[in-house]
């Protein structure tokens, strides 16, 4: 406010990096969406909870071969039971389905209340399934269903179109039915919607957009963000949906998208949630073109985790290790592995930068377990505990490349009841593998006079170490081969 009367003021200001505004109500909604920033920002650095129960290492094979076995047909459509059964291995629950090809079939897998549906590439088309769809609750019904299917199908298109009936279970519609879908974004590549399903799907358009892959916590804003989060939480006379078995279930198809990315579109809806739990009742999935190259599939914005550098290990004792990549479930484990450090171990890591209460700030931890994997791999070593079946992080090795040039950093800590049993040197041969798998040039690392033992692995491994007079530490460098 001022005008021309506080213009070079208001230049002064502005040319110093402070902001100004000509009204007041400007300079509040600036405030305001500041204010929704912070809060935002610290939502999505809560520390997730850890998914334990992960679905089975055979899946990905399991997956690719209906994949491989739909590309050999010649389709891109995938049929009903190879869509639930590809959901069913990521651990998605899904309803009992079986594919009845003629009347005794369908009659065979009556139950007390049976759906029957068409099953070729006219009734899967968008919109078509709900076209033949029957409930039959006797032999005759369903006889007469199988019938009426195959008689529409055949108006739809070619008679020969028909090829089958799906039969499932009715399931009871007490929950609040949601949509749960992939899409390919031209920007942003893979994304994940959630939002209102049914029939009215596309009236109500209540939907929200994720980027896989999800955590606990970014799922759980992911639902946030719709208006039938209100009825899954309990609103509009309804009774609370499990909503801990709809996180997991949001975190594992993530965990699809992200692995499969010759699927280009999922359908999941209706997505049934209740108080018993989630079940999908429809899916559909559709594959990229058949000539489509690999390298052109959509990749994700957000890196996700970098399996390949999970690797089980065991220390000069015997005793077992896991070392993977960090994850921000592992904040409260990180926590207990800085408290464990000695006064000595945490000077030679942090050169007395860093120390007590400081180390273990949520606003530190999640600048390391939040990793950019692009920017910066962390790594853990965990053992298991033994008769308390908990993990214990006794280690951590960071590489984090630099801005500008094609090098990074690296860093290493050790808990001290864990030092001297060739860990550090296994940590360090793996930073170089990944530097060199991620096509870095060099790598370098700062050493303080003192810590002898970090300055003789690294003469080990190769590295030239020499006394860095600017800084008063030992600067060791390697330069890394290519190929590796």
Known sequence: MGGNAVAEAEALLNASGVPTFDHPDAAARAFCLMAQYSSNLRALYETPVLLTESPEESRREQVETILREVREAGRTLLTQVEAKEILSS?????????LAKNEAEAVAFLRSSVVLKGDSEVARDKGAADQVKFDSRSPSEARTAYRSIQKQVGNLTDPDAFQAVTVQPMVSSDGVELILAKRI????????????????????????????????????????????????NGGA??????????????????????????IKEIDVNPLLASPRGVIVLDARMILSEPDQPAASLST??????????????????????????????????????HKSLSEETAH?????????????????????????????????AERIQPGRNQR???????LIKSYGVNE???????????????????????????GCTEGLERI?????????????????????????????????????????
């Open 444 to 484: 370098i690392g700062y050493v303080l006079p003192e810590n002898y033992v970090m300055q003789r692995i690294c003469r080990k491994q190769g590295f030239e170490v020499r006394f860095d007079r600017s800084r008063d530490v030992f600067k060791a460098e390697i330069e890394l081969r290519s190929p590796c």
């Open 392 to 398: 214990q992080i006794i280690a951590i090795a960071r």
């Open 185 to 232: 974004d031209p920007n942003f590549g893979p994304i994940i919607i959630f939002g209102a399903g049914g029939p009215l799907v596309e009236v109500w358009c209540d939907r929200a957009i994720g980027l896989p892959p999800l955590n606990a916590t970014l799922a759980k804003r992911l639902m946030e963000r719709t208006h039938i989060y209100a009825a899954l």
């Open 237 to 262: 006379g309804r009774p609370q949906a499990d909503l801990d078995a709809l996180e997991k279930l949001l975190i594992r198809f993530s965990q699809l998208v992200a692995e499969q990315p010759l």
């Open 348 to 380: 030679l890591r942090y050169f007395g930068f860093l120390k007590g209460e400081a180390l273990i700030s949520h606003e530190r931890l999640v600048q390391i377990c939040y990793s950019d994997y692009d920017r910066e791999i962390n790594l853990v």
């Open 300 to 337: 994700l914005l957000i890196r996700p985790y970098p399996m390949q550098y999970v690797r089980e290990w065991k220390l000069a004792d015997g005793t077992p290790v896991l070392i993977r990549p960090i994850r921000p479930e592992d904040e409260p484990q990180t926590v207990d592995f």
């Open 90 to 98: 990521y651990g998605i629950p899904v309803v009992e389905i079986r």
């Open 408 to 434: 990074a950093e690296l860093a290493m800590v050790i808990s001290d009841d864990w030092q001297g049993k060739g860990l550090g040197t296994k940590l360090l041969r793996d930073l170089l593998e990944i």
